[in-house]
């Protein structure tokens, strides 16, 4: 794909979609050429110590998620282990499940940085390409911690095919790596949109609304669903524009533009503490930080941003 396809994709612009990883799908099933490529001079890891990301210091200023084999192993046990494909330059890539009790002895280490995985994205903490693998890496790995007993029998599963899957050692049931929908929604009306808040939210930041795809459901359903619990609307045309990996744990966000019917919003105040219309001057100063009120939108991280600039800059579907 061509660096001028992946410009006109929306999708592209967001957190942790840059992924240039070959995932070679092919050698998974491989053990013996798995385990020679884990040794090879090139190979690179990245680590994760229970939920926390651990960074390589290259200096006072660079960090990256890669380690030499030598120095991945001075990390300690690996708990699991998924190859997670070959780089660009033809490097083998790894990901590396480390004991959540050996953070603080990391952490105390003046080559390494500990840190959660929306601070190394949002505070750019490592080079833009490597986000995208971290969050593969972490999104698989968590998965391995949450599965080691099979959902059919109650038996210990095993790690399969380079990390890809669970193996039941007393039934044989095969458990793969699961992603989440959700869809997440700018619903707008004339020349307004939907903004809203929940309380765990930054001051002054409003957001998009957004649900989990239920079983049985479009999409487009999910969205007039969500956007009639969350907000009593009723939507029309629903329009698909960009989708974001969201390893949070293991979600994929699916963003669209709804069209309400109306403009009468009766919040669901369980699940939101305020929400209204805003207009496209609104939503243009609060993106860039000149809102009279001192209200924001999402940073950039978030397909939330894609979507509120999308609608703003007239390139909605």
Not at 140 to 145: G, K, P, T
Not at 235 to 254: D, E, H, K, N
Not at 280 to 290: F, H, I, K, S, W
Request: with cysteine; charged share 25%.
């Amino acid at each position: 794909m061509t660096d001028a396809t992946l410009r006109r994709e929306r999708s592209a612009l967001t957190g942790f979609a840059d992924n240039r990883l070959d995932r070679r799908e092919d050698l998974r099933n491989n053990p013996d050429a798995v385990t020679a490529l884990r040794h090879r001079s090139d190979t690179r890891i990245a680590a994760v110590a229970g939920e926390t990301p651990v960074l390589n210091r290259l200096s006072d200023e660079r960090c990256s998620i890669w380690f030499s084999h030598g120095e991945a192993e001075m990390l300690g046990h690996a708990l699991e282990e998924i190859f997670l494909g070959m780089a660009e330059d033809g490097s083998p890539r790894f990901g590396r499940l480390l004991d959540r009790a050996s953070v603080e002895t990391l952490g105390a280490r003046p080559e390494l940085l500990l840190t959660d995985l929306r601070s190394v994205a949002m505070k750019r903490l490592v080079p833009e390409d490597e986000v995208g693998p971290l969050g593969e890496a972490k999104a698989v790995l968590d998965w391995h911690a949450r599965h080691r007993f099979c959902a059919q029998c109650g038996g210990p599963t095993v790690a399969g095919t380079s990390g890809w899957r669970r193996e039941c050692t007393s039934c044989g049931a095969l458990h793969f790596p699961r992603t989440d929908p959700v869809v997440i929604m700018l619903v707008t009306y004339g020349d307004t949109c939907l903004l809203a808040r929940q309380s765990r939210f930054a001051a002054g930041m409003y957001s998009c609304i957004a649900g989990f795809v239920e079983p049985g459901e479009t999409l487009e359903n999910a969205v007039r669903r969500e956007s009639w619990e969350e907000a009593g609307l009723r939507i029309g045309t629903v329009r698909y524009l960009a989708s974001q990996p969201w390893p949070f744990p293991s979600s994929i966000m699916i963003g669209c533009i709804a069209e309400a019917l109306g403009d009468e919003i009766t919040l669901d105040m369980t699940e939101l503490e305020d929400g209204r219309w805003f207009t496209r001057d609104e939503v243009l100063a609060m993106l860039e930080g000149r809102h009279a009120d001192g209200l924001s939108c999402p940073q950039p991280i978030a397909i939330a941003h894609t979507l509120v600039r999308a609608w703003i800059e007239g390139e909605t579907p």
